[in-house]
């Protein structure tokens, strides 16, 4: 059986999909597990591909690590399930790897791709800041593996199918620790992982006050959605977190993704490389950007954008 786990109803959704596809291949059922405050209603689940539903009965309200790998563990224990997808987002990286030393087992993390190949749950994932894929297989049961965000596309809703949902205590120890405040990181409110277009920028602009012809251009596409290089977020802080793509920003996948003076470097396509078209105006013509796009413009981004915004004004109107 493969068990399903994210507190956030889109991954699940996502990690359903490729635990449908895993189950189907093993004669197996998908279960997805509920574990604290929820707003999604479990049949949701089971029409975008669940067998079975398991609500941890809790009233826990916020996610405390070591509350939730015993709960999860306790969900392994109740229905034997062999594979476990974990989302690999904050809660769920640190999570997967308590989860397997508790089961004494392995975990494969950020895998970029999950498959039976014979008869074994074989995963793969970036190593080597990208330069290698490693193929890992597990020589132990339970199988954990951390699933980035936007890997699998969702199942369609289909109404027509039934499964079964499960309602019960599962014990666990109260964490010793205690949530004393709960602060909002500062952003602006931007969705990148969710935009259907981007405009990127990079160190190549010189100034903070530059980012308008970014925006200049991000108006004329939908979403007018601006994302930024890790540089420009976390050192210059010109722009806040929600807008940083990257290995350690966010995970993009727009219809088109514009770089504008971003060198290219590994850790920010880790990030972006999955979008379907991606156009890169960079100075350098040496700039590895170059390699991942489907477009290059060599040019000062202070002479190109202009242009660019006009010639598509023009088009427009
Ligand atoms: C563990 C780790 C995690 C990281 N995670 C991330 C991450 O999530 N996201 C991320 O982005 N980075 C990440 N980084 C940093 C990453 O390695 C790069 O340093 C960063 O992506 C570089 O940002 P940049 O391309 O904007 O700047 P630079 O590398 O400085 O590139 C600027 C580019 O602009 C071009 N340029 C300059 N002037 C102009 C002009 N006038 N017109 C046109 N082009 C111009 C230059 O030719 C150059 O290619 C990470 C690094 C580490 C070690």
Redo the contacts with the bound molecule.
Sequence with gaps: MVLIYSNDKKLNMEMLSKGRELADELGKKVTVAVIGKSDTDPEEYIKQGADKVFVADTDLESFKVEEYTEILAGIIEKTGVETILISSDKDGKELAPRLASMMDTGCVTECTDVYIEDGNVTAERIIY?GNAVAVERFIKKPHILTVPAKLFDPLEVDDSRSGEIINEKVAYDESPSKILKVQQMECEGVNVEDATSIVS??????NKEDIKLAEELAKLLPGETIG?????S?DLKWMTEDH???????KVKPKIYI??????????I??MRDSDIIVA????PE???FKSADYGVV??????LPKLVDTIKAKIS
């Design positions: 800041s920028c990079g160190r190549g602009f010189k930024c290089s890790r540089p420009l976390a940083w793509i990257g290995l350690s920003g966010h770089a504008i003076g971003i060198s290219g470097q590994i850790q920010h880790a990030g105006i960079n100075k350098d700039a590895l950007i040019g000062d981004l202070y002479e190109v």
